[in-house]
């Protein structure tokens, strides 16, 4: 099948299907309750890693949710048109992903009460990720080769624009304790430690039997093995695991297979120009060159 032109969409450009103009009006004009939880990451993120874990912690780690209900409706994309058919279903407190600038929360959003976690990844990584996505997911412009792809997304010509701009739009915003800063490597290096965080933010005591428990169900591998997380209910058409898994590796620094030298000093260089001036500085040395291949494969 062949699959209209993106909708570009108050400056943004988003694939179609799942995203159209009335979904992008009805996310703006949705109604906010002070108990919604908001996950809000750049593509490719940890988007479906915050699906598995915020309905296990608001739930104090009931399984159910992530055992019977597909993560798309458990913790539904605010953008998309899947909320308004399931918005009903879900129970307070609301748990939804988006991967909105701040600037395209809803109104009520903004008088609300309602949390944020936003979660930042390596841009290395999100890159590397997004181009595998690129190439298995038919709603999505071919990325081109490796090199190309490097220079769209450091162009803001990808789904939900520049990384750049969507991390300092979430940096620069009043919510004061309403949100919370999370990075993937944080929940790679130490899960347990990253849920606790989140519960604490969120209000939940857990035990740690509980965090365990939650810890042991969010890991790649147990999420790899769940159709209601791994995305196989997707039929091929729409995304096509023969050419790249959805859920892939889930490590850190797989980037480093990815980029010679050349490439590390554009895009590293290119992402801490667009970052000067800035009040808070990235937890990554992006121009670390340690075990960089010498010529891309």
């Not at 009903?88 to 609300?112: D, G």
């Not at 509980?210 to 209601?228: E, L, R, W």
Request: overall charge negative; proline content about 6%.
């Amino acid at each position: 099948m062949s699959w209209p032109s993106y909708i570009t969409y108050r400056g943004l450009a988003l694939p179609p299907g799942a995203h159209s103009e009335e979904s992008l009006e009805y996310a703006q004009h949705f109604s906010v309750e002070d108990t919604d939880v908001f996950a809000v990451t750049y593509p490719k993120s940890g988007t479906t890693w915050m699906q598995e874990i915020l309905p296990l912690v608001l739930s104090e780690g009931d399984l159910t949710p992530i055992q019977t209900i597909p993560n798309w409706d458990r913790v539904p994309w605010l953008e998309e048109k899947r909320l308004k058919e399931v918005v009903h279903k879900l129970s307070s407190p609301r748990a939804l992903v988006t991967h909105f600038p701040f600037r395209l929360m809803p109104q009520s959003f903004f008088s609300s009460k309602a949390k944020v976690i936003y979660v930042m990844r390596n841009p290395k990584d999100v890159l590397v990720s997004s181009y595998y996505f690129h190439q298995m997911a038919a709603f999505l412009e071919d990325p081109g080769t490796w090199e190309e792809f490097i220079d769209k997304f450091l162009e803001g010509r990808v789904m939900f624009g520049k990384w750049t701009d969507h991390v300092k739009s979430w940096k620069h915003t009043d919510l004061g304790d309403r949100i919370m800063y999370l990075t993937y490597e944080q929940m790679i290096q130490d899960l347990p430690a990253a849920l606790r965080l989140i519960a604490n933010f969120l209000g939940k005591k857990l035990s740690e039997e509980v965090i365990k428990k939650i810890a042991d169900h969010c890991s790649f591998k147990s999420m790899k093995g769940n159709m209601m997380s791994n995305f196989s209910l997707v039929p091929k058409m729409y995304m096509d695991p023969d050419k790249s898994q959805f859920l892939r590796k889930g490590i850190v620094g797989d980037w480093k297979k990815h980029f010679s030298s050349e490439q590390l000093a554009h895009f590293s260089s290119t992402i801490y120009k667009e970052m000067e001036g800035e009040n808070f500085t990235l937890p990554w040395n992006l121009s670390d060159t340690a075990e960089v291949a010498d010529v891309h494969t």
